[in-house]
């Protein structure tokens, strides 16, 4: 037993795939018992840097020093053996198979015997699980869990195997705020029983939320450790993106004036085939040179109200006016026509084709207005010049004309979809949760584009679950619960805790 009070040092971890050149020079110090967030952009070599401490990759240089003794972690069974566990980014659970049964595969069996008894599995699993307090069914099948019920599967799984150092590789990315602050006390709980937690995020939030201290990685390059509550949330990003980063959006503007309403919903209406109310009469208006913030948990109405306004969903009641103009039985082309501009929240799926060239995709819905329709034929020439200056404007990394959108990575096919709909100048731009996926410098510009479409007199509806986001952008705050608008708010009149309270029904949080 050492006293050593480091659990881990790393020095000058260098890693490089063919020319590629991922980890430079890394050094990391994580304290015994501490939860320290590992930060960086898209691409900074966060995950790896974990991948070569659980054995997956073995670095070209530098030193791994556990417990005050240099290792060499050659495959990830040694990484078990001496107590690392990592929740990887994608999950590796068998869908079809129990909590339990997912538990104890593979390598755990060793560990605890190959259970000839479904029984002693079943109770054994309820142990940990009651061990650790997670809510969770031994014999439910994965398939049937939310996506933050596999990862506490996840997570169960790393501490089975008694890993006192565990690795969470970005694992809010695909949780909704709810499942990230349920998250968060599973990750303060295990500190509190004495784990050392690597935590790898960048939200800025949660590295205030919840860690001890911080390390920033850009670039392959360690850039620096700050004890959390030393630092400022304006420095981390600084550090990250390697210049000064603003987030702030309109705070601390003066007032801004509009103009008449550009979007009008008049008691929109949607029930579900069972007959369930979706959204209950929503009355809303967006006027010129405003954006009006949806704040709401997710799964309140708001995809549902995005894909009525885009004509992708039929309302039972209402009607929509865009300019003044009755858009309620126009087909999705035709309102594209009259002047909105829709970034759905999955962008992916709803937003591109990915076997057609990122041109091809910026052009969907933006053939008229650039020209690139000559009697009838695409011109090559501008429609290339064209996604040039997307790709250039929106940094979209990776990125050639001609290539499919589908070898992009997440983050770069977003901002293909971003720069499309800010190209197109629309009247209305419908904005569905538009930095979630970005980094932080690519949420900067985003940002930066919401507002000015504003202050070119065009309206902007943003639907957001980040509250940060909504504050930042928005001159209005509605907030949708359960289908309904609850109340709308002036930014300045406004505060956190009033909008959190009427995003949960209008009733304070409850334990
Ligand atoms: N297996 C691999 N082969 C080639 N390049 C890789 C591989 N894994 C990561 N990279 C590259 O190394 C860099 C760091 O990636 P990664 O560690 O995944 O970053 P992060 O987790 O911080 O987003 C990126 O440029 C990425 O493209
Ligand atoms: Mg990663």
Request: hydrophobic content about 40%; charged content about 25%.
């Amino acid at each position: 037993m050492t006293t050593d009070e480091n659990i881990l040092v790393l020095k000058g971890i260098a890693k490089r795939f063919g020319d590629k050149v991922a980890l430079e020079h890394v050094d990391l110090q994580v304290r015994r018992g501490e939860v320290h967030v590992l930060c960086g952009e898209n691409g900074a070599g966060k995950s790896t840097l974990m991948n070569i401490l659980v054995g997956i990759h073995s670095p070209d240089g530098g030193q791994i020093i556990l417990d005050g003794k240099g290792v060499t972690i050659a495959d990830p069974l040694i990484a078990s053996a001496l107590g690392i566990g990592m929740v990887h980014q994608h999950f590796t659970l068998v869908p079809s198979m129990s909590v339990a049964e997912n538990l104890f595969l593979g390598r755990h069996i060793r560990r605890y015997g190959i259970f000839s008894d479904r029984r002693a599995m079943n109770e054994r699993a309820r142990e940990l699980i009651d061990n650790y307090k997670f809510a969770l069914d031994p014999e439910a099948r994965v398939s049937t869990l939310s996506v933050g019920q596999r990862q506490r599967v996840e997570i169960l799984k790393a501490l089975a195997f008694e890993a006192k150092l565990l690795i969470l590789d970005e694992p809010t990315a695909v949780l909704t705020p709810p499942e990230v602050d349920e998250l968060l006390k599973v990750i303060a709980s295990l500190r509190e029983r004495g784990r050392t937690v690597v935590f790898i995020t960048h939200k800025l939030r949660e590295v205030k939320a919840v860690s001890d201290r911080v390390t920033v990685l850009r670039q392959g390059r360690s850039i620096s450790t700050h004890i959390t509550t030393d630092v400022s949330e304006e420095d981390i990003a600084r550090d990250m993106v390697g210049r000064d980063v603003f987030l702030t959006g309109r705070e601390g503007q003066p007032e801004r004036s509009f103009g008449g309403a550009v979007l009008e919903l008049d008691n929109v209406t949607i029930t579900n085939s069972a007959g369930r109310l979706i959204l209950d009469s929503i009355d809303l208006e967006v006027r010129a040179g405003e954006v009006l913030g949806i704040a709401g948990v997710d799964g309140n109405g708001q995809t549902e109200l995005a894909e009525a306004i885009a004509g992708l969903m039929p309302i039972q009641a209402g009607s929509i006016r865009l300019a003044g103009d009755d858009i309620t039985a126009d087909t999705v082309a035709e309102r594209q026509a009259a002047g909105l501009g829709f970034v759905p929240e999955d962008r992916l799926d709803r937003g591109l084709s990915s076997d057609m060239s990122i041109a091809e995709n910026m052009a969907a819905t933006n053939y008229e207005r650039y020209g690139v329709l000559r009697k009838g034929y695409v011109d090559r020439g501008r429609l290339n010049a064209f996604t040039e200056d997307g790709i250039k404007r929106f940094d979209i990394r990776g990125a050639k004309p001609k290539i499919p959108v589908g070898t992009l990575s997440g983050g770069n096919m977003q901002k293909v979809v971003l720069a499309r709909e800010f190209a197109r100048d629309p009247k209305v731009l419908l904005i569905s949760q538009p930095t979630r996926g970005l980094d932080i410098g690519a949420s900067e510009f985003v940002y930066s584009q919401v507002l000015s479409a504003a202050d070119k007199g065009n309206g902007v509806l943003l639907i957001s679950s980040e509250l940060s986001e909504i504050f930042a952008l928005s001159d209005r705050i509605a907030v949708i619960y359960s289908g309904r608008i609850m109340q709308v708010l002036e930014r300045n009149e406004a505060d956190e805790e009033t909008v959190g309270i009427l995003m949960n029904g209008g009733k304070r949080q409850v334990a």
